[in-house]
């Protein structure tokens, strides 16, 4: 029988690109709010699934499993017991509970830890063990603010940005959702060729093929909701086949760099991905691009790799000026005058943190 339940749905997307999620929200046809870190959205099993398997720019998608009102830990464990935590935990497993307090009565994070536990252990009939590692395990958060207490599951499993394919890491890789993130706000087309000449290990080449060729990000991975006692085979199957059959021819797209062993790297990373890049190992190079690109890079930018930076942003500026007819570009710079240096007319598009270091796209639309 179709499960008709509306779940009070959360995207969790880094601080700084939560506009492009929500608009990838709208693109499936769902509707949503944003606060800061996400998207809040409503929707049943079709829209939970439809979101954890597109949403390129999302790490996990949270269900609102509980929502009361609490001051005491005798009272927290008892109104956490009245939930359903069966249809999330049909079985004994290893999950991690990430908890914060604001302006409440209840503010030690590890004793309302203990007590959201024991009291889910008070409706299960089998115990949950606590996960040792990061991404180890499904996901319990619980935010007690102003004596108001949320608790959340994740329907997602291991964080989104883990699609599958990167098997080799270079030097400074970039999340596979940011590098969707630039992609997305820069408004390529989705046709036009697109050119990362700093590619390292892909990340950009290999999301920019996947989004031209419409592949769901998440299509060779596993969710944590599979394994909930709601799951429904049947609805996720026809997800996936309309999925299949949506496919695109994929787009021209280029991944450049002066690394032999990042080249390698991408190389290896494109056919995990089952996506078309055509790879060089090359530094700015003049010939085999086409005359109207894309540009889409994360340039190295001299905190986490060691270089003369202003020299390569504005040689990389030389190099759009010089060897095409026509160009848009989007690329990222930690501050406004290394984004100069490149000598292009551009406007500051997103801002967010990309392995503890902020830094900001640059686009010329
Ligand atoms: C920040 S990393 C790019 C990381 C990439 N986005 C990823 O996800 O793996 C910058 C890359 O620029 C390359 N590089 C540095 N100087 C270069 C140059 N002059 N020409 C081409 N590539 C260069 C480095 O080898 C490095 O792989």
């Given at each position: 029988m179709e499960n008709k339940t509306v779940f009070k749905l959360f995207a969790v997307s880094q601080p700084g690109i939560e506009k492009i999620t929500l608009l990838e929200l709208e693109d499936l046809g769902i509707k949503g709010k944003n606060v800061p870190g996400g998207v809040e959205f409503r929707g049943g099993l079709k829209e939970l699934y439809l979101s954890n398997l597109w949403?390129?720019?999302?790490n996990r998608i949270l269900v609102r499993v509980a929502s009361f009102k609490v001051t005491a830990f005798s009272e927290l464990v008892k109104k956490v017991s009245r939930y359903p935590w069966d249809i999330y935990f049909p079985f004994s497993q290893k999950v991690r509970i990430r908890v914060t307090c604001r302006k409440s009565k209840l503010y030690h994070s590890k004793a309302v830890a203990e007590r959201v536990l024991k009291g889910i252990h008070h409706r299960l009939k089998h115990k949950l063990e606590k996960a040792q590692f990061e991404d180890e395990g499904t996901s319990i958060i619980v935010r007690i603010d102003n004596d108001f207490c949320t608790i959340s599951v994740s329907s997602s499993g291991i964080s989104l940005h883990k699609r599958g394919y990167r098997v080799v890491e270079t030097e400074a890789p970039l999340r596979e959702t940011l590098a969707s993130a630039m992609i997305l706000a820069s408004g390529w087309d989705r046709k036009t060729p697109l050119v990362d000449p700093f590619c390292g290990s892909g990340t950009i080449s290999i999301e920019a093929a996947l989004i031209g060729g419409n592949i769901p990000p998440g299509l060779n991975r596993e969710f944590a909701f599979m394994k909930w006692k709601n799951f429904d085979e049947s609805l996720w199957n026809q997800i996936l086949e309309d999925a299949r059959k949506n496919m695109k021819d994929f787009p021209e797209v280029y991944g450049f760099d002066i690394s032999e062993r990042a080249i390698k790297a991408a190389i290896k990373n494109a056919k995990a991905a089952g996506v078309k890049v055509s790879f060089k190992v090359a530094s700015f190079p003049e010939d085999g691009v086409p005359p109207l690109v894309y540009v889409i890079t994360n340039p190295p930018y001299g905190k986490r790799i060691k270089v003369n930076a202003e020299k390569v942003y504005k040689k990389f500026g030389n190099w759009l000026k010089k060897s095409f007819s026509g160009y848009k570009v989007g690329f990222l710079a930690p501050y406004d005058r290394l984004a100069s240096a490149t000598g292009i007319k551009c406007k500051k598009i997103l801002s967010f943190s990309n392995g503890g270091i902020r830094v900001n796209l640059y686009c010329n639309r």
């Open positions: 949403l390129r720019t999302a």
